[in-house]
Protein backbone atom coordinates (compact mmCIF):
# COMPACT_ATOMS: atom_id res chain seq x y z
CA UNK A 1 0.00 0.00 0.00
CA UNK A 2 2.93 2.45 0.23
CA UNK A 3 3.30 5.27 3.00
CA UNK A 4 0.07 5.20 5.27
CA UNK A 5 -2.30 8.07 4.81
CA UNK A 6 -3.47 7.91 8.36
CA UNK A 7 -0.74 6.58 11.02
CA UNK A 8 -3.10 4.75 12.87
CA UNK A 9 -6.48 2.48 11.67
CA UNK A 10 -8.28 3.17 14.93
CA UNK A 11 -7.46 6.27 16.62
CA UNK A 12 -10.09 5.45 19.69
CA UNK A 13 -11.22 2.71 21.44
CA UNK A 14 -14.30 3.86 22.15
CA UNK A 15 -15.56 7.99 20.56
CA UNK A 16 -16.18 10.36 23.36
CA UNK A 17 -18.74 12.90 22.37
CA UNK A 18 -18.25 15.03 19.55
CA UNK A 19 -16.58 12.39 17.81
CA UNK A 20 -17.64 10.62 14.89
CA UNK A 21 -15.72 8.25 12.28
CA UNK A 22 -15.24 8.87 8.97
CA UNK A 23 -13.68 6.62 6.19
CA UNK A 24 -11.71 8.84 3.52
CA UNK A 25 -10.29 7.96 -0.14
CA UNK A 26 -6.46 8.84 -1.23
CA UNK A 27 -4.20 8.16 -4.09
CA UNK A 28 -3.03 5.39 -1.18
CA UNK A 29 -6.03 3.85 -0.65
CA UNK A 30 -9.09 4.17 1.95
CA UNK A 31 -8.39 5.08 5.43
CA UNK A 32 -10.64 6.11 8.70
CA UNK A 33 -10.58 9.91 9.32
CA UNK A 34 -11.95 10.96 13.06
CA UNK A 35 -14.01 14.45 12.81
CA UNK A 36 -13.34 16.02 16.36
CA UNK A 37 -15.45 19.00 17.65
CA UNK A 38 -14.87 20.83 20.63
CA UNK A 39 -16.42 23.95 21.71
CA UNK A 40 -14.48 26.92 23.75
CA UNK A 41 -15.22 28.51 26.59
CA UNK A 42 -16.10 32.83 25.96
CA UNK A 43 -18.16 33.07 23.20
CA UNK A 44 -19.44 36.24 22.40
CA UNK A 45 -22.98 37.01 22.63
CA UNK A 46 -25.21 36.07 19.40
CA UNK A 47 -21.82 34.92 17.55
CA UNK A 48 -21.30 31.81 16.67
CA UNK A 49 -17.65 30.89 15.27
CA UNK A 50 -16.43 27.61 14.16
CA UNK A 51 -12.32 26.94 13.37
CA UNK A 52 -11.38 24.31 11.25
CA UNK A 53 -7.67 22.90 11.84
CA UNK A 54 -6.66 19.80 9.67
CA UNK A 55 -5.16 21.03 6.43
CA UNK A 56 -8.46 20.68 4.37
CA UNK A 57 -9.32 21.93 0.85
CA UNK A 58 -11.80 24.24 -0.03
CA UNK A 59 -14.61 22.02 -1.11
CA UNK A 60 -14.18 20.61 2.57
CA UNK A 61 -14.08 23.59 4.17
CA UNK A 62 -17.05 24.44 2.44
CA UNK A 63 -18.59 21.62 3.95
CA UNK A 64 -17.85 22.45 7.81
CA UNK A 65 -20.00 25.50 7.01
CA UNK A 66 -22.95 23.50 5.19
CA UNK A 67 -22.57 20.92 8.55
CA UNK A 68 -22.92 23.74 11.17
CA UNK A 69 -25.83 25.71 9.93
CA UNK A 70 -27.56 21.72 9.20
CA UNK A 71 -26.01 20.86 12.59
CA UNK A 72 -27.84 23.90 14.44
CA UNK A 73 -31.51 24.29 12.45
CA UNK A 74 -31.24 19.86 13.46
CA UNK A 75 -30.76 20.73 16.73
CA UNK A 76 -33.44 23.56 16.85
CA UNK A 77 -35.92 20.37 15.57
CA UNK A 78 -34.83 18.06 18.29
CA UNK A 79 -34.31 20.30 20.95
CA UNK A 80 -36.06 24.09 20.56
CA UNK A 81 -35.30 24.58 24.23
CA UNK A 82 -31.31 23.91 23.24
CA UNK A 83 -29.19 27.05 23.42
CA UNK A 84 -26.12 25.00 22.68
CA UNK A 85 -25.50 26.44 18.77
CA UNK A 86 -26.93 30.15 19.99
CA UNK A 87 -23.82 31.73 20.92
CA UNK A 88 -20.51 29.19 20.99
CA UNK A 89 -16.92 28.78 20.10
CA UNK A 90 -16.62 25.48 18.11
CA UNK A 91 -13.33 23.81 16.93
CA UNK A 92 -13.47 21.71 14.15
CA UNK A 93 -10.30 19.30 13.87
CA UNK A 94 -9.47 16.69 11.44
CA UNK A 95 -6.43 14.39 12.50
CA UNK A 96 -3.78 13.83 11.31
CA UNK A 97 -2.71 17.62 10.91
CA UNK A 98 -0.55 16.86 8.69
CA UNK A 99 -2.22 14.92 5.77
CA UNK A 100 -4.05 17.23 3.11
CA UNK A 101 -7.78 16.21 2.89
CA UNK A 102 -10.31 17.61 1.05
CA UNK A 103 -14.17 16.92 -0.95
CA UNK A 104 -17.33 16.92 0.38
CA UNK A 105 -17.69 13.64 1.97
CA UNK A 106 -17.43 13.74 5.04
CA UNK A 107 -20.56 16.02 5.46
CA UNK A 108 -22.56 13.57 7.51
CA UNK A 109 -20.02 12.87 9.75
CA UNK A 110 -19.37 16.50 10.16
CA UNK A 111 -22.92 17.06 11.12
CA UNK A 112 -22.95 13.96 13.11
CA UNK A 113 -19.77 14.95 15.31
CA UNK A 114 -21.65 18.04 15.75
CA UNK A 115 -24.96 16.82 16.85
CA UNK A 116 -23.25 14.35 19.30
CA UNK A 117 -21.53 17.65 20.67
CA UNK A 118 -24.42 19.33 21.32
CA UNK A 119 -26.16 16.59 22.47
CA UNK A 120 -23.67 15.66 24.93
CA UNK A 121 -23.67 11.74 23.83
CA UNK A 122 -21.16 9.45 21.97
CA UNK A 123 -22.17 7.90 18.88
CA UNK A 124 -23.49 4.52 18.74
CA UNK A 125 -19.40 2.50 18.84
CA UNK A 126 -17.75 1.00 15.65
CA UNK A 127 -20.09 3.10 13.12
CA UNK A 128 -18.19 4.74 10.21
CA UNK A 129 -19.75 6.52 7.53
CA UNK A 130 -19.74 8.70 4.38
CA UNK A 131 -21.68 10.68 2.36
CA UNK A 132 -22.08 14.55 1.21
CA UNK A 133 -24.89 16.09 2.92
CA UNK A 134 -26.92 19.09 1.51
CA UNK A 135 -28.14 22.07 3.32
CA UNK A 136 -31.91 20.53 3.77
CA UNK A 137 -30.20 17.08 4.40
CA UNK A 138 -30.01 15.28 1.29
CA UNK A 139 -27.50 12.45 1.57
CA UNK A 140 -25.03 12.50 -2.23
CA UNK A 141 -23.41 9.58 -3.30
CA UNK A 142 -19.59 9.37 -3.09
CA UNK A 143 -16.97 8.02 -4.02
CA UNK A 144 -14.43 5.14 -3.18
CA UNK A 145 -16.84 2.90 -1.61
CA UNK A 146 -14.60 -0.26 -2.05
CA UNK A 147 -11.41 0.99 -0.48
CA UNK A 148 -13.38 2.68 2.27
CA UNK A 149 -14.81 -0.50 3.22
CA UNK A 150 -11.35 -2.15 3.72
CA UNK A 151 -10.79 0.90 5.42
CA UNK A 152 -13.55 0.84 7.60
CA UNK A 153 -13.04 -3.45 8.35
CA UNK A 154 -9.30 -2.68 9.14
CA UNK A 155 -10.26 -0.22 12.06
CA UNK A 156 -13.33 -3.02 13.36
CA UNK A 157 -16.16 -0.87 12.28
CA UNK A 158 -18.90 -2.91 12.36
CA UNK A 159 -21.47 -0.92 10.68
CA UNK A 160 -21.44 1.58 7.97
CA UNK A 161 -23.28 4.10 6.86
CA UNK A 162 -23.07 4.83 2.90
CA UNK A 163 -25.35 7.11 0.48
CA UNK A 164 -28.50 5.55 -0.87
CA UNK A 165 -26.86 6.18 -4.59
CA UNK A 166 -23.97 4.16 -4.13
CA UNK A 167 -26.29 1.05 -3.15
CA UNK A 168 -24.77 -0.05 -6.84
CA UNK A 169 -21.49 0.10 -5.76
CA UNK A 170 -21.91 -2.03 -2.66
CA UNK A 171 -23.62 -4.29 -4.22
CA UNK A 172 -20.91 -4.84 -6.78
CA UNK A 173 -18.25 -5.26 -3.99
CA UNK A 174 -17.10 -9.03 -3.81
CA UNK A 175 -17.70 -11.15 -0.81
CA UNK A 176 -14.80 -10.90 1.28
CA UNK A 177 -14.55 -7.41 1.16
CA UNK A 178 -18.32 -6.92 1.88
CA UNK A 179 -18.88 -9.79 4.92
CA UNK A 180 -18.27 -8.89 8.33
CA UNK A 181 -19.73 -5.45 8.24
CA UNK A 182 -23.52 -4.68 7.75
CA UNK A 183 -24.17 -1.61 5.06
CA UNK A 184 -26.86 0.97 6.05
CA UNK A 185 -28.24 2.86 3.40
CA UNK A 186 -28.98 6.86 3.84
CA UNK A 187 -31.19 8.78 1.76
CA UNK A 188 -31.53 11.88 4.11
CA UNK A 189 -29.96 12.71 6.89
CA UNK A 190 -32.79 11.72 9.39
CA UNK A 191 -31.54 7.98 8.41
CA UNK A 192 -27.76 8.70 9.74
CA UNK A 193 -28.96 10.22 12.58
CA UNK A 194 -31.35 7.56 13.40
CA UNK A 195 -28.37 5.00 12.73
CA UNK A 196 -26.02 7.06 14.84
CA UNK A 197 -28.06 8.24 17.49
CA UNK A 198 -31.45 6.19 17.98
CA UNK A 199 -31.11 2.66 16.44
CA UNK A 200 -28.76 0.24 19.17
CA UNK A 201 -29.03 2.55 21.36
CA UNK A 202 -27.59 0.20 24.12
CA UNK A 203 -24.23 0.02 22.91
CA UNK A 204 -24.12 3.54 23.26
CA UNK A 205 -22.57 5.15 25.83
CA UNK A 206 -24.13 8.42 27.48
CA UNK A 207 -21.54 10.94 29.25
CA UNK A 208 -23.15 13.46 31.70
CA UNK A 209 -21.50 17.08 30.76
CA UNK B 1 -22.61 12.53 -21.94
CA UNK B 2 -19.28 10.95 -20.19
CA UNK B 3 -19.18 11.58 -16.54
CA UNK B 4 -22.52 13.36 -15.40
CA UNK B 5 -22.23 16.86 -13.93
CA UNK B 6 -24.41 15.88 -10.89
CA UNK B 7 -24.88 12.82 -9.45
CA UNK B 8 -28.80 12.51 -9.52
CA UNK B 9 -31.14 13.48 -11.83
CA UNK B 10 -33.75 14.63 -9.30
CA UNK B 11 -32.60 14.87 -5.74
CA UNK B 12 -35.76 15.99 -4.16
CA UNK B 13 -39.63 14.44 -4.59
CA UNK B 14 -41.19 17.37 -3.25
CA UNK B 15 -39.10 20.15 -3.02
CA UNK B 16 -39.76 21.59 0.26
CA UNK B 17 -39.95 25.84 1.08
CA UNK B 18 -36.48 27.42 0.41
CA UNK B 19 -35.47 25.43 -2.02
CA UNK B 20 -35.93 25.89 -6.13
CA UNK B 21 -34.76 23.96 -9.26
CA UNK B 22 -32.53 25.74 -11.51
CA UNK B 23 -30.90 24.69 -14.55
CA UNK B 24 -27.08 24.42 -15.43
CA UNK B 25 -25.43 24.02 -18.44
CA UNK B 26 -21.90 22.64 -18.26
CA UNK B 27 -19.35 21.18 -21.10
CA UNK B 28 -21.03 17.51 -20.37
CA UNK B 29 -24.54 18.67 -21.31
CA UNK B 30 -27.74 20.05 -18.92
CA UNK B 31 -27.95 19.18 -15.56
CA UNK B 32 -30.79 20.15 -12.82
CA UNK B 33 -29.48 22.53 -10.05
CA UNK B 34 -30.79 23.31 -6.90
CA UNK B 35 -30.30 26.07 -5.00
CA UNK B 36 -30.97 25.41 -1.16
CA UNK B 37 -32.04 28.49 1.35
CA UNK B 38 -31.91 28.11 4.90
CA UNK B 39 -32.58 30.60 7.81
CA UNK B 40 -30.32 30.07 11.03
CA UNK B 41 -31.15 31.05 14.37
CA UNK B 42 -28.98 33.72 16.20
CA UNK B 43 -28.96 36.65 14.20
CA UNK B 44 -26.95 40.16 15.39
CA UNK B 45 -30.17 42.54 15.57
CA UNK B 46 -30.41 44.99 12.48
CA UNK B 47 -27.79 42.64 10.60
CA UNK B 48 -27.96 40.52 7.67
CA UNK B 49 -25.64 37.80 6.32
CA UNK B 50 -25.68 35.12 3.77
CA UNK B 51 -22.95 32.56 3.67
CA UNK B 52 -22.77 30.79 0.41
CA UNK B 53 -21.29 27.30 -0.44
CA UNK B 54 -20.86 25.15 -3.40
CA UNK B 55 -17.53 26.28 -5.29
CA UNK B 56 -19.57 29.29 -6.53
CA UNK B 57 -17.23 31.05 -9.43
CA UNK B 58 -17.07 34.73 -8.66
CA UNK B 59 -20.31 36.20 -11.66
CA UNK B 60 -22.80 33.21 -9.42
CA UNK B 61 -21.25 34.59 -5.71
CA UNK B 62 -22.31 38.15 -7.17
CA UNK B 63 -25.73 37.14 -8.31
CA UNK B 64 -26.23 35.61 -4.92
CA UNK B 65 -25.43 39.26 -3.36
CA UNK B 66 -28.21 40.98 -6.81
CA UNK B 67 -30.87 37.99 -5.22
CA UNK B 68 -30.25 38.75 -1.56
CA UNK B 69 -30.96 42.22 -2.57
CA UNK B 70 -34.12 41.86 -5.05
CA UNK B 71 -35.78 39.75 -2.68
CA UNK B 72 -35.85 41.74 0.17
CA UNK B 73 -37.24 44.36 -1.63
CA UNK B 74 -39.83 42.04 -2.74
CA UNK B 75 -40.80 40.64 0.32
CA UNK B 76 -41.47 44.36 1.73
CA UNK B 77 -43.80 44.36 -1.79
CA UNK B 78 -45.37 41.14 -0.60
CA UNK B 79 -45.62 42.13 3.05
CA UNK B 80 -44.78 45.71 4.41
CA UNK B 81 -45.09 43.80 7.89
CA UNK B 82 -42.90 40.67 7.26
CA UNK B 83 -39.64 41.29 9.21
CA UNK B 84 -38.32 38.11 8.08
CA UNK B 85 -35.14 39.67 6.02
CA UNK B 86 -34.38 42.77 8.69
CA UNK B 87 -32.22 40.49 10.85
CA UNK B 88 -31.26 36.94 10.12
CA UNK B 89 -28.42 34.84 9.35
CA UNK B 90 -28.95 32.66 6.02
CA UNK B 91 -27.28 30.20 4.35
CA UNK B 92 -27.85 29.15 0.15
CA UNK B 93 -26.54 26.41 -0.57
CA UNK B 94 -26.06 25.02 -4.46
CA UNK B 95 -24.86 21.04 -4.21
CA UNK B 96 -22.99 19.50 -5.47
CA UNK B 97 -20.48 20.25 -3.27
CA UNK B 98 -16.94 19.54 -4.99
CA UNK B 99 -18.64 21.26 -8.55
CA UNK B 100 -17.65 24.13 -9.68
CA UNK B 101 -20.46 26.57 -10.97
CA UNK B 102 -20.69 29.87 -12.41
CA UNK B 103 -22.27 32.52 -14.70
CA UNK B 104 -25.15 34.30 -13.81
CA UNK B 105 -28.01 32.17 -14.74
CA UNK B 106 -29.25 31.05 -11.70
CA UNK B 107 -30.63 34.52 -10.32
CA UNK B 108 -34.30 33.72 -10.84
CA UNK B 109 -34.05 30.68 -8.95
CA UNK B 110 -31.95 31.94 -6.17
CA UNK B 111 -34.36 35.04 -5.80
CA UNK B 112 -37.24 32.36 -6.06
CA UNK B 113 -35.66 29.89 -3.17
CA UNK B 114 -35.27 32.75 -1.12
CA UNK B 115 -38.79 33.76 -1.27
CA UNK B 116 -40.07 30.89 -0.75
CA UNK B 117 -37.55 30.23 2.38
CA UNK B 118 -39.05 33.85 3.32
CA UNK B 119 -42.71 33.09 2.64
CA UNK B 120 -42.45 29.53 3.99
CA UNK B 121 -43.86 28.23 1.04
CA UNK B 122 -43.30 25.68 -1.53
CA UNK B 123 -43.09 26.76 -4.72
CA UNK B 124 -45.36 24.88 -7.58
CA UNK B 125 -43.72 21.66 -8.12
CA UNK B 126 -42.19 19.76 -11.33
CA UNK B 127 -41.39 23.88 -12.10
CA UNK B 128 -37.57 24.53 -13.15
CA UNK B 129 -36.09 28.04 -14.21
CA UNK B 130 -33.16 29.52 -15.89
CA UNK B 131 -32.62 33.46 -16.38
CA UNK B 132 -30.53 36.43 -14.90
CA UNK B 133 -32.20 38.78 -12.84
CA UNK B 134 -31.13 42.34 -12.58
CA UNK B 135 -31.24 44.30 -9.17
CA UNK B 136 -34.47 45.46 -10.58
CA UNK B 137 -35.70 42.33 -11.84
CA UNK B 138 -35.31 41.98 -15.29
CA UNK B 139 -35.05 38.77 -16.60
CA UNK B 140 -32.04 38.49 -19.09
CA UNK B 141 -31.13 35.44 -21.51
CA UNK B 142 -28.96 33.02 -21.15
CA UNK B 143 -27.33 30.54 -23.12
CA UNK B 144 -28.05 26.03 -23.40
CA UNK B 145 -31.69 26.49 -23.85
CA UNK B 146 -32.20 23.22 -25.50
CA UNK B 147 -29.53 21.46 -22.97
CA UNK B 148 -31.10 22.54 -20.19
CA UNK B 149 -34.86 21.44 -21.78
CA UNK B 150 -33.07 18.20 -22.00
CA UNK B 151 -31.93 17.75 -18.49
CA UNK B 152 -35.11 19.22 -16.98
CA UNK B 153 -37.10 16.61 -19.10
CA UNK B 154 -34.80 13.86 -17.84
CA UNK B 155 -35.71 14.71 -14.06
CA UNK B 156 -39.30 14.63 -14.58
CA UNK B 157 -40.10 19.10 -15.08
CA UNK B 158 -43.06 19.69 -16.47
CA UNK B 159 -42.94 23.42 -16.94
CA UNK B 160 -39.90 25.26 -17.48
CA UNK B 161 -39.43 28.90 -16.87
CA UNK B 162 -37.10 31.05 -19.10
CA UNK B 163 -36.28 34.65 -19.94
CA UNK B 164 -38.32 36.35 -22.64
CA UNK B 165 -34.91 36.94 -24.80
CA UNK B 166 -34.59 33.50 -25.42
CA UNK B 167 -37.72 32.91 -27.00
CA UNK B 168 -36.19 32.64 -30.40
CA UNK B 169 -34.05 29.62 -28.84
CA UNK B 170 -36.82 27.54 -27.75
CA UNK B 171 -38.79 27.67 -30.75
CA UNK B 172 -35.69 26.47 -32.63
CA UNK B 173 -35.67 23.41 -30.33
CA UNK B 174 -36.79 20.22 -32.22
CA UNK B 175 -40.22 18.93 -31.51
CA UNK B 176 -38.57 15.56 -29.72
CA UNK B 177 -36.83 17.91 -27.23
CA UNK B 178 -39.96 20.58 -26.63
CA UNK B 179 -42.80 17.93 -26.46
CA UNK B 180 -44.08 17.26 -23.12
CA UNK B 181 -42.57 20.26 -21.49
CA UNK B 182 -44.86 24.08 -21.12
CA UNK B 183 -42.42 26.91 -21.49
CA UNK B 184 -43.26 30.03 -19.57
CA UNK B 185 -41.71 33.44 -20.86
CA UNK B 186 -40.19 35.81 -18.31
CA UNK B 187 -39.65 39.51 -18.87
CA UNK B 188 -39.48 40.73 -15.74
CA UNK B 189 -39.21 38.43 -12.44
CA UNK B 190 -42.47 39.27 -11.49
CA UNK B 191 -43.30 36.34 -14.18
CA UNK B 192 -41.34 34.54 -12.34
CA UNK B 193 -43.04 34.80 -9.20
CA UNK B 194 -46.69 34.71 -10.70
CA UNK B 195 -45.64 31.35 -12.71
CA UNK B 196 -44.39 29.67 -8.72
CA UNK B 197 -46.66 31.21 -6.22
CA UNK B 198 -49.33 32.05 -8.08
CA UNK B 199 -50.52 29.75 -10.58
CA UNK B 200 -51.41 26.14 -10.33
CA UNK B 201 -51.31 26.76 -6.67
CA UNK B 202 -53.53 23.76 -5.87
CA UNK B 203 -50.39 22.03 -6.85
CA UNK B 204 -48.57 23.67 -4.14
CA UNK B 205 -47.85 22.27 -0.75
CA UNK B 206 -48.10 25.18 1.99
CA UNK B 207 -46.16 23.85 5.13
CA UNK B 208 -47.04 25.63 8.84
CA UNK B 209 -43.36 27.16 10.29
CA UNK C 1 -19.78 42.92 -34.71
CA UNK C 2 -19.46 39.78 -33.55
CA UNK C 3 -20.57 38.66 -30.39
CA UNK C 4 -23.14 41.07 -28.84
CA UNK C 5 -21.53 42.19 -25.61
CA UNK C 6 -25.02 42.74 -24.14
CA UNK C 7 -27.70 40.80 -25.08
CA UNK C 8 -30.63 43.68 -25.73
CA UNK C 9 -30.24 46.45 -26.87
CA UNK C 10 -33.07 48.57 -24.71
CA UNK C 11 -33.87 46.75 -21.54
CA UNK C 12 -36.21 49.22 -20.12
CA UNK C 13 -39.02 50.84 -21.49
CA UNK C 14 -39.36 53.01 -19.21
CA UNK C 15 -36.77 53.41 -16.34
CA UNK C 16 -38.12 53.82 -13.14
CA UNK C 17 -36.26 55.83 -10.30
CA UNK C 18 -32.47 54.76 -9.38
CA UNK C 19 -31.69 53.49 -12.91
CA UNK C 20 -29.81 55.27 -15.37
CA UNK C 21 -28.58 54.62 -18.92
CA UNK C 22 -24.93 54.69 -19.61
CA UNK C 23 -22.61 53.66 -22.78
CA UNK C 24 -19.91 51.44 -22.60
CA UNK C 25 -17.22 50.95 -25.28
CA UNK C 26 -15.68 47.53 -25.67
CA UNK C 27 -13.60 46.13 -28.67
CA UNK C 28 -16.44 44.22 -29.81
CA UNK C 29 -18.34 48.65 -30.26
CA UNK C 30 -20.67 50.43 -28.00
CA UNK C 31 -23.44 49.26 -26.36
CA UNK C 32 -25.56 50.98 -23.60
CA UNK C 33 -25.07 50.07 -19.75
CA UNK C 34 -27.60 50.43 -17.05
CA UNK C 35 -26.41 51.04 -13.81
CA UNK C 36 -29.18 50.02 -10.88
CA UNK C 37 -29.29 51.27 -7.68
CA UNK C 38 -31.40 49.86 -5.18
CA UNK C 39 -31.50 50.50 -1.59
CA UNK C 40 -32.22 47.91 0.95
CA UNK C 41 -34.22 47.97 4.54
CA UNK C 42 -32.13 47.42 7.32
CA UNK C 43 -29.03 49.88 7.45
CA UNK C 44 -27.39 50.24 10.76
CA UNK C 45 -27.53 53.66 12.58
CA UNK C 46 -25.41 56.47 10.91
CA UNK C 47 -23.72 53.58 8.22
CA UNK C 48 -23.66 54.27 4.89
CA UNK C 49 -22.87 50.91 2.43
CA UNK C 50 -22.79 50.55 -0.74
CA UNK C 51 -22.58 46.54 -2.40
CA UNK C 52 -21.62 46.68 -6.18
CA UNK C 53 -22.04 43.80 -8.83
CA UNK C 54 -21.72 43.52 -12.27
CA UNK C 55 -17.81 42.17 -12.55
CA UNK C 56 -17.00 45.53 -12.65
CA UNK C 57 -12.72 46.04 -12.50
CA UNK C 58 -10.91 48.56 -10.23
CA UNK C 59 -11.12 52.06 -11.94
CA UNK C 60 -15.10 51.27 -12.04
CA UNK C 61 -15.05 50.43 -8.35
CA UNK C 62 -13.11 53.57 -7.59
CA UNK C 63 -16.01 55.48 -9.42
CA UNK C 64 -18.91 54.11 -7.79
CA UNK C 65 -17.40 55.26 -4.21
CA UNK C 66 -16.64 58.44 -6.37
CA UNK C 67 -19.84 58.91 -7.03
CA UNK C 68 -21.55 58.25 -3.93
CA UNK C 69 -19.39 60.37 -2.05
CA UNK C 70 -20.33 63.50 -4.52
CA UNK C 71 -24.32 62.13 -4.84
CA UNK C 72 -24.45 62.47 -0.89
CA UNK C 73 -22.97 66.02 -0.95
CA UNK C 74 -24.72 67.18 -3.99
CA UNK C 75 -28.60 65.81 -2.10
CA UNK C 76 -27.49 68.15 1.26
CA UNK C 77 -27.45 70.84 -1.55
CA UNK C 78 -30.39 70.48 -3.42
CA UNK C 79 -32.28 69.36 -0.29
CA UNK C 80 -30.68 69.86 3.22
CA UNK C 81 -33.36 68.32 5.17
CA UNK C 82 -32.86 64.81 2.91
CA UNK C 83 -32.03 61.95 5.45
CA UNK C 84 -31.76 59.61 2.32
CA UNK C 85 -27.96 59.23 2.41
CA UNK C 86 -27.38 59.20 6.48
CA UNK C 87 -28.47 55.63 7.54
CA UNK C 88 -28.63 53.18 4.21
CA UNK C 89 -27.63 49.97 2.58
CA UNK C 90 -27.31 50.51 -1.16
CA UNK C 91 -26.75 48.13 -3.91
CA UNK C 92 -25.70 49.18 -7.37
CA UNK C 93 -25.47 46.73 -10.04
CA UNK C 94 -24.73 46.69 -14.05
CA UNK C 95 -26.08 44.05 -15.61
CA UNK C 96 -25.16 42.07 -17.42
CA UNK C 97 -23.51 40.37 -14.38
CA UNK C 98 -20.97 37.96 -16.27
CA UNK C 99 -19.53 40.87 -18.63
CA UNK C 100 -16.50 42.14 -16.91
CA UNK C 101 -16.63 45.91 -17.22
CA UNK C 102 -14.34 49.08 -16.51
CA UNK C 103 -13.35 52.16 -16.93
CA UNK C 104 -14.10 55.95 -15.45
CA UNK C 105 -16.53 56.94 -17.88
CA UNK C 106 -19.69 55.76 -16.25
CA UNK C 107 -18.95 57.65 -13.37
CA UNK C 108 -21.73 60.68 -14.44
CA UNK C 109 -23.76 57.66 -15.08
CA UNK C 110 -23.54 56.17 -11.84
CA UNK C 111 -24.46 60.18 -9.99
CA UNK C 112 -27.18 60.13 -11.65
CA UNK C 113 -28.85 57.13 -10.54
CA UNK C 114 -27.71 57.58 -7.34
CA UNK C 115 -30.22 61.22 -7.45
CA UNK C 116 -32.66 59.77 -9.11
CA UNK C 117 -32.59 56.73 -5.96
CA UNK C 118 -32.75 59.55 -3.34
CA UNK C 119 -35.09 61.51 -5.34
CA UNK C 120 -37.20 59.12 -6.19
CA UNK C 121 -37.27 60.48 -9.97
CA UNK C 122 -37.32 58.23 -12.99
CA UNK C 123 -34.59 61.00 -15.01
CA UNK C 124 -35.99 62.16 -18.28
CA UNK C 125 -36.66 59.22 -21.02
CA UNK C 126 -34.39 58.41 -23.73
CA UNK C 127 -31.52 59.98 -22.26
CA UNK C 128 -28.06 58.43 -22.13
CA UNK C 129 -24.72 59.59 -21.02
CA UNK C 130 -20.81 58.90 -21.06
CA UNK C 131 -18.26 61.33 -18.64
CA UNK C 132 -16.10 60.13 -16.25
CA UNK C 133 -16.75 62.70 -13.11
CA UNK C 134 -14.40 63.89 -10.12
CA UNK C 135 -15.07 64.29 -6.40
CA UNK C 136 -16.20 67.93 -7.24
CA UNK C 137 -18.26 67.09 -10.25
CA UNK C 138 -16.21 68.40 -12.89
CA UNK C 139 -16.92 66.15 -15.77
CA UNK C 140 -13.88 65.08 -18.14
CA UNK C 141 -13.57 63.59 -21.41
CA UNK C 142 -13.80 59.91 -22.61
CA UNK C 143 -13.00 57.76 -25.03
CA UNK C 144 -15.38 55.63 -27.72
CA UNK C 145 -18.26 58.91 -28.49
CA UNK C 146 -18.56 57.19 -32.12
CA UNK C 147 -19.05 53.73 -31.02
CA UNK C 148 -21.38 54.90 -27.86
CA UNK C 149 -23.16 57.39 -30.03
CA UNK C 150 -23.97 54.34 -32.41
CA UNK C 151 -25.39 52.36 -30.12
CA UNK C 152 -27.09 54.93 -27.99
CA UNK C 153 -29.61 55.36 -31.37
CA UNK C 154 -29.72 51.65 -32.00
CA UNK C 155 -31.19 51.60 -28.05
CA UNK C 156 -33.29 54.73 -29.15
CA UNK C 157 -31.98 57.30 -26.92
CA UNK C 158 -32.71 60.91 -28.59
CA UNK C 159 -30.51 63.01 -26.22
CA UNK C 160 -27.07 61.77 -25.29
CA UNK C 161 -24.91 63.70 -22.83
CA UNK C 162 -21.35 63.95 -23.36
CA UNK C 163 -18.15 65.76 -21.76
CA UNK C 164 -17.58 68.98 -23.14
CA UNK C 165 -13.87 67.95 -23.90
CA UNK C 166 -15.56 65.65 -26.27
CA UNK C 167 -16.95 68.18 -28.62
CA UNK C 168 -14.20 67.96 -31.65
CA UNK C 169 -15.16 63.72 -31.31
CA UNK C 170 -18.87 64.58 -31.82
CA UNK C 171 -17.75 67.34 -34.58
CA UNK C 172 -15.77 64.90 -36.40
CA UNK C 173 -18.70 62.16 -36.62
CA UNK C 174 -20.71 61.48 -39.73
CA UNK C 175 -23.73 62.96 -40.45
CA UNK C 176 -25.59 59.15 -40.67
CA UNK C 177 -24.00 58.60 -36.93
CA UNK C 178 -24.70 61.83 -35.66
CA UNK C 179 -28.73 62.85 -37.05
CA UNK C 180 -31.47 61.93 -35.03
CA UNK C 181 -30.39 62.26 -31.72
CA UNK C 182 -29.45 65.88 -30.08
CA UNK C 183 -25.72 65.98 -27.88
CA UNK C 184 -25.71 67.85 -25.01
CA UNK C 185 -22.35 68.81 -23.70
CA UNK C 186 -21.33 68.81 -19.86
CA UNK C 187 -18.72 70.66 -17.96
CA UNK C 188 -19.70 69.89 -14.23
CA UNK C 189 -22.43 67.63 -13.06
CA UNK C 190 -24.98 70.56 -12.70
CA UNK C 191 -25.10 70.35 -16.36
CA UNK C 192 -26.05 66.61 -16.37
CA UNK C 193 -28.52 67.29 -13.27
CA UNK C 194 -30.16 70.04 -15.27
CA UNK C 195 -30.83 67.51 -18.21
CA UNK C 196 -32.05 64.72 -16.53
CA UNK C 197 -34.19 66.05 -13.66
CA UNK C 198 -35.19 69.71 -14.66
CA UNK C 199 -35.06 70.32 -18.52
CA UNK C 200 -38.07 68.26 -20.88
CA UNK C 201 -39.27 67.14 -17.03
CA UNK C 202 -42.87 66.99 -18.72
CA UNK C 203 -41.38 63.93 -19.99
CA UNK C 204 -40.45 62.42 -16.19
CA UNK C 205 -42.49 60.04 -14.86
CA UNK C 206 -42.40 61.07 -11.07
CA UNK C 207 -43.61 57.65 -8.31
CA UNK C 208 -44.40 57.95 -4.78
CA UNK C 209 -41.96 55.60 -3.01
Known sequence: LGKKPFAKERL??????????GLAWTSMGGATLYIECVRIEGATENNVTL???????????????IALSYARNYMKQLDPSSK????????????EGATPKDGPSAGCTMVTAL???ALN?????HVAMT????????????GGIREKTIAAKRAG????????????????LPDHVSKDITPHFAQHYDD??????????????????
Open 12 to 21: FDLTPPGIAT
Open 51 to 65: KVTGQLGDVMKESTD
Open 84 to 95: FFDACSLHMHVP
Open 115 to 117: LSL
Open 121 to 125: RSIRQ
Open 131 to 142: GEVTLTGQVLPV
Open 157 to 172: VKDIILPDGNRKDWDE
Open 192 to 209: VYRICFTEGSSEGIEKEG
